[in-house]
């Protein structure tokens, strides 16, 4: 494998950042930090995709920067950047439109759900998301993409796109100086196997938690304080059973499992170890103990957010230097696409 091992990844900054994006993206971007070279970056630019007002959209930007920070992403041995800032995302992604075909965009799961029956009122971006999203990641040519489950067939796309563009323009890579075995771009590994890949709402346990449902009791906020955090988790639907010892039992249990799954998430343990302990507890019993570790384990993260949220000006320098260190990777390989494409520059 030529490509050097290279982790991307993003958050919208759409607002109600929740326990979803924290234990499926955030906890997990921390961890890569440890074994990989990362760059995490808060996508501004696919917010758009929906309305967003313009100064509260300012705020949502410093909210996801100040949560990478808060939960231990360091920003000097990584890069962390917003990415209207770097020109090439939207660059490249223009020749990945060109790229892509309708029908592959069409089979989108996401922009079906977001775009609901209203399709043809939805914008021209929304439907074009998965291209960006593409771009995002292969102009640094990354090749891990940590994420929630739900962006599975987003990062499958983004294989195909990287495979069709080293397929098309095979003969260009090989006269521009390029391995014709490796092709230009990687093929990026989504990396969902975190212990809580796809956190469900605490109202329905058959939707994934999300910041746009309508309830705010069926998400927990990393903004809520620790009384909104235990007020929520004592309403969370549930059934009437006993939890049970072993993982089988929780078959056809939507909600006891995802609470179960956020209990293990929280305290980095297996839902097996969990049971262990709790089985044959009540949710009387087994609510107040996840209210206690959720507190405990996010109110350091929000705590250090509300702090970072404080000092803004420090927020937008961090933004700024992550922008150009990320730009001075992407400008060399946007300059080696358009060699590829047969652009003069
Ligand atoms: N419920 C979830 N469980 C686990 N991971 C999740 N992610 C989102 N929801 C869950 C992961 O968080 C990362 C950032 O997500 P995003 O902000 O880019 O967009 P999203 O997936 O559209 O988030 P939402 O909350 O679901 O927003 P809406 O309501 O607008 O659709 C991604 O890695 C995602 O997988």
Redesign the pocket.
């Known amino acids: 494998m030529a490509f050097k091992p290279l982790v991307f990844?993003?958050?919208?900054p759409?607002g109600n950042l929740?326990l979803?994006?924290y234990?499926?993206?955030i906890k997990r971007f921390v961890e890569m930090q440890k074994t990989h070279d990362c760059i995490y970056c808060v996508?501004d630019l696919h917010a758009v995709t929906v309305w967003q007002d313009p100064a509260e959209l300012k705020t949502q930007i410093r909210e996801v920067t100040a949560a990478f920070l808060a939960a231990g992403i360091d920003p000097a041995a990584h890069i962390v950047f917003n990415q209207s800032q770097v020109a090439e995302h939207a660059e490249l992604a223009w020749v990945f439109n060109c790229v892509a075909r309708m029908g592959w965009l069409n089979r989108m799961t996401q922009f079906k759900e977001k775009a609901g029956k209203d399709r043809e009122n939805a914008s021209v971006g929304l439907f074009a998301y998965p291209t960006l999203m593409a771009a995002d990641i292969l102009v640094y040519r990354a090749t891990h993409v940590p994420?929630?489950e739900?962006?599975k067939q987003h990062l499958e796309l983004a294989r195909d796109i990287a495979g069709k563009f080293n397929t098309d323009f095979a003969a260009s890579i090989a006269a521009n100086g390029h391995d014709p075995e490796d092709g230009f771009f990687p093929q990026p590994e989504p990396l969902t196997q975190g212990p809580?890949?796809?956190?469900m709402s605490l109202r329905d346990g058959t939707k994934?938690?999300?910041?746009?449902d309508p309830s705010d009791y069926s998400r927990i906020a990393l903004a809520d304080d620790a009384d909104t955090i235990a007020q929520k988790i004592r309403k969370a639907r549930t059934d009437p059973d006993a939890l049970p010892s072993e993982l089988e039992g929780l078959k056809g249990r939507a909600e006891a499992e995802n609470l179960v799954t956020i209990f293990a998430a929280l305290a980095d343990r297996t839902k097996e170890d969990v049971l262990r302990e709790y089985g044959g507890a009540q949710f009387s019993t087994f609510k107040p103990a996840l209210a206690d570790l959720a507190v405990a384990t996010l109110s350091p993260v929000t705590g250090r957010m509300r702090d970072l949220m404080a000092d803004p000006a420090h927020i937008d320098s961090v933004l700024k230097d992550g922008g150009a260190r990320a730009s001075a990777i992407a400008r060399p390989v946007m300059d080696a696409v358009k060699d590829i494409v047969g652009f003069l520059r």
Not at 9 to 12: A, C, E, N, W, Y
Request: aromatic share 0%; net charge positive; proline share 4%.
């Open positions: 990844s993003g958050v919208q759409t929740h979803g994006n234990l499926g993206a996508v994420v929630g739900d962006q809580a890949p796809r956190v994934k938690m999300s910041k746009s």
